[in-house]
């Protein structure tokens, strides 16, 4: 299978991103100003973090690093919104929205260039080609953002993340976002130690995401609806999958994750569905004659129902974790389980493992599971995921703002599991009941600014709550308002969305990140 290649890691990457990573989360519960308009921003080194360059706080140090926060700035045609280049001090870009006035299309929205220590969170980049393009920078943050350059076929890519030569690019996390894009969602090249965390992608024409001579990576917990490929893996080595899940896939050459010339590849608890050509597929390459994609391994995933589940395979790769651990879970496996232990013949009970292995035949070689498993591999039990979208954060007294918390996920339940209450006050006091009704209009009648909160509950009573900054004004004043900054649709909390198990919905919510996500306890009651 050939490509044409366009254009993060593993625990030591969070090891490392932790020195910073605490200063970034501490200001994620802070309340965010309303929006002003402030023209596009240069800051070239550490001099130029400055008021007028939009700096509204902190000192550039890691226990108070330098805030960018409550800004829109429209990126003029061609142009970058925010643009940072060749920074040592700490600085932190939050809650501020990027795109570019209607008929024009900037280039970039957030352009970051040799820069250390940064954090970007509920950042909103919109109607740009590449919303974020990062260039040989370390230990960068991304959370609770949405970056959305549309689905059109050349409407653009989200996230480019490239090392130039001499100027790595390394200790890169990011988290809890939203990734809307026509070509890639996230394109990297020359990265290492990467983390791609609980993410929600919807790209339907080419890669979701697309590693390209990277190494140390590690992608978690994310959701994506595609109709090409979900993951594509180049020329790349140590990199593991899992907790993903992919689905879509209508396109004839749709393939959930495509692997390349790389090394050391695993997949562990991975959902793929409805891919049209296959769930995995491999290609040669004239490096690894005979071997190609050494040190593949895959256990405990789960393919459904599409098209082939492998399109070739690697002569040495393995599919299952020994016994009594298991392989994989095969939609299409015509096995039975009748009998237990490594070699399958002790028959006086059985052990949820298929008794004989699954073997197919690829275009150049047969590979096996020794022991497929014939139901998918459980999930862990985790509190679920909130999540609100609001059709404005801006209105007046008599506004009826409708806020959905559809796009809420839990890894076990369906949304239509889900329970629902909400604070319209954030005064810790719920004005409704529990509900299986995500969606709710509410009019606030008094102006101000109103922090909603909402909570979720799964079927284990588990919880999580979070929360968005609507403002209310008069009506003279909202007028005022509307003509000074655009009026985005907006999105909070962490972004895996309301996807059941086995169903998929290709039409993405309106996302914008402004609120704060709150992590309960472990097995909070209800």
């Known amino acids: 299978m050939e490509r044409t290649v366009r254009l993060f890691g593993p625990s030591l990457a969070i090891a490392v991103l932790l020195v910073f990573a605490p200063t970034v989360a501490g200001t994620?519960?802070?309340?965010?100003?309303?929006?002003?308009?402030?023209?596009?921003?240069?800051?070239?080194?550490?001099?130029?973090?400055?008021?007028?360059?939009?700096?509204?706080?902190?000192?550039?140090?890691?226990?108070?690093?330098?805030?960018?926060?409550?800004?829109?700035?429209?990126?003029?045609?061609?142009?970058?919104?925010?643009?940072?280049?060749?920074?040592?001090?700490?600085?932190?870009?939050?809650?501020?929205?990027?795109?570019?006035?209607?008929?024009?299309?900037?280039?970039?929205?957030?352009?970051?260039?040799?820069?250390?220590d940064a954090g970007i969170d509920r950042v909103h980049v919109s109607n740009v080609f590449v919303a974020l393009r990062e260039e040989g920078s370390s230990r960068l943050i991304v959370s609770n953002s949405t970056f959305d350059v549309g689905e059109s076929f050349n409407s653009g890519v989200a996230v480019v993340l490239f090392g130039p030569p001499n100027l790595p690019s390394q200790d890169l996390l990011i988290v809890d976002s939203t990734?809307?894009?026509?070509?890639?969602?996230?394109?990297?090249?020359?990265?290492?130690?990467?983390?791609?965390?609980?993410?929600?992608?919807?790209?339907?024409?080419?890669?979701?995401?697309?590693?390209?001579?990277?190494?140390?990576?590690?992608?978690?917990?994310?959701?994506?609806?595609?109709?090409?490929?979900?993951?594509?893996?180049?020329?790349?080595?140590?990199?593991?999958?899992?907790?993903?899940?992919?689905?879509?896939?209508?396109?004839?050459?749709?393939?959930?994750?495509?692997?390349?010339?790389?090394?050391?590849?695993?997949?562990?608890?991975?959902?793929?569905?409805?891919?049209?050509?296959?769930?995995?597929?491999?290609?040669?390459?004239?490096?690894?004659?005979?071997?190609?994609?050494?040190?593949?391994?895959?256990?405990?995933?789960?393919?459904?129902?599409?098209?082939?589940?492998?399109?070739?395979?690697?002569?040495?790769?393995?599919?299952?974790?020994?016994?009594?651990?298991?392989?994989?879970?095969?939609?299409?496996?015509?096995?039975?389980?009748?009998?237990?232990?490594?070699?399958?013949?002790?028959?006086?009970?059985?052990?949820?493992?298929?008794?004989?292995?699954?073997?197919?035949?690829?275009?150049?070689?047969?590979?096996?599971?020794?022991?497929?498993?014939?139901r998918p591999f459980p999930l862990p039990t985790s509190s679920p995921i909130a999540r609100i979208a609001v059709t404005a954060t801006v209105g007046e007294i008599d506004t009826s703002f409708v806020f959905n918390a559809s796009m809420s996920s839990d890894l076990r339940d369906p949304v239509s599991l889900l329970q629902f209450r909400w604070d319209w006050e954030g005064d810790g006091s719920w004005d409704t009941n529990w509900s299986s009704d995500p969606v709710r209009p509410h009019v606030f009648g008094v102006s101000g600014a109103h922090g909603v909160r909402l909570q979720v509950r799964n079927t284990a009573g588990l919880m999580n709550a979070t929360t968005v900054d609507v403002h209310v004004s008069s009506p003279s004043f909202s007028r005022i308002l509307g003509s000074v900054w655009p009026i985005f649709p907006v999105v909070a909390g962490v972004t895996l969305l309301g996807i059941g198990l086995h169903r998929w919905s290709r039409k993405p919510p309106p996302a914008l990140p402004q609120g704060k996500t709150e992590e309960p306890p472990p097995g909070s009651a209800p």
């Open 28 to 116: 994620r519960g802070l309340p965010l100003p309303t929006a002003s308009a402030h023209s596009p921003i240069l800051i070239e080194g550490d001099g130029n973090f400055t008021a007028a360059n939009g700096v509204t706080g902190g000192s550039g140090t890691n226990a108070t690093p330098f805030i960018m926060s409550g800004w829109s700035i429209q990126a003029n045609s061609g142009g970058i919104g925010i643009e940072i280049r060749n920074t040592t001090a700490p600085f932190v870009i939050q809650g501020i929205d990027v795109g570019a006035a209607t008929g024009q299309n900037g280039l970039i929205g957030i352009l970051l260039h040799n820069v250390t």
């Open 179 to 374: 990734i809307r894009a026509g070509l890639d969602g996230i394109n990297t090249q020359n990265v290492s130690r990467l983390t791609i965390e609980r993410c929600a992608f919807f790209v339907p024409y080419v890669d979701a995401i697309n590693l390209w001579t990277d190494e140390d990576v590690t992608l978690r917990a994310n959701q994506f609806v595609v109709e090409t490929t979900g993951v594509a893996v180049v020329d790349s080595t140590r990199v593991r999958l899992e907790d993903n899940r992919i689905g879509g896939g209508n396109h004839t050459a749709s393939v959930g994750i495509y692997v390349e010339a790389s090394s050391d590849v695993v997949l562990v608890r991975n959902e793929i569905q409805n891919m049209f050509r296959a769930g995995i597929s491999f290609s040669t390459d004239s490096r690894f004659p005979g071997q190609f994609n050494p040190g593949f391994h895959a256990y405990h995933n789960t393919f459904l129902a599409g098209g082939s589940q492998i399109d070739f395979a690697p002569t040495d790769s393995i599919w299952d974790d020994g016994y009594p651990s298991g392989g994989n879970y095969w939609a299409n496996y015509g096995g039975s389980d009748q009998c237990r232990g490594p070699a399958q013949d002790d028959c006086s009970n059985r052990d949820g493992i298929g008794d004989t292995a699954h073997v197919w035949y690829t275009q150049l070689t047969t590979v096996a599971d020794r022991y497929p498993l014939v």
